[in-house]
């Protein structure tokens, strides 16, 4: 019910330092255990973006067990608070950050976690992902873009 994620950090050392943090995998179960209901969704997604980085966490952890080669999700989180919701690491060490956003619109400060991660991590920061409730996916400049929840699971339609 519960995963262990560890934290990303350049020096492979600190990961073993660093708090790591748990994730539930079951985002049905963690919506009931928090009395999430619809019509709180719909009037306050605050909780809601908890249950939700839950579910996408949960669909990318399946992913890797059928995809090619080995990846580990892990998380980054800084000193002053800024995170990235799961950075995903293959073992050539390549990166692709991916923040969950429960809402339709992109804000400038929703990068800001994707754009520290790509600043420390250089060259092998690869790609980073905003997943937002909006319908596009739009680049948003130094291979960050913004796709929708559904892209998970469908075709992306790219709109530049």
């Known amino acids: 019910m519960l995963r262990r994620v560890d934290v990303w950090a350049r020096n492979r050392l600190n990961r073993v330092v660093k708090s790591a943090k748990l994730q539930f995998i079951d985002s049905g179960l963690l919506a009931t255990l928090l009395e999430l209901t619809a019509e709180e969704v719909q009037q306050d997604r605050t909780r809601f973006g908890n249950v939700l980085e ?28 800024v995170e990235v919701d799961v950075v995903i690491e293959n073992a050539a060490g390549h990166l692709v ?9 992109v804000k400038e400060g929703d ?14 920061f690869k790609m980073g992902i905003l997943l937002y409730d909006g319908d596009e996916t739009l680049p948003l400049g130094d291979n960050i873009w913004a796709a ?11 709109v530049r």
Not at 97 to 105: L, Y
């Open 54 to 81: 839950s579910f996408v966490y949960g669909e990318l952890l399946k992913a890797t067990t059928t995809a090619e080669g080995e990846y580990s999700l892990m998380y980054y989180r800084d000193a002053d608070k």
């Open 97 to 105: 950050g991916v923040e969950v956003k429960a809402s339709a619109t």
């Open 111 to 124: 990068l800001r976690g994707l754009r520290k991660l790509a600043s420390l991590a250089g060259d092998p």
């Open 148 to 158: 929708p929840l559904a892209s998970l699971w469908g075709k992306l339609t790219v």
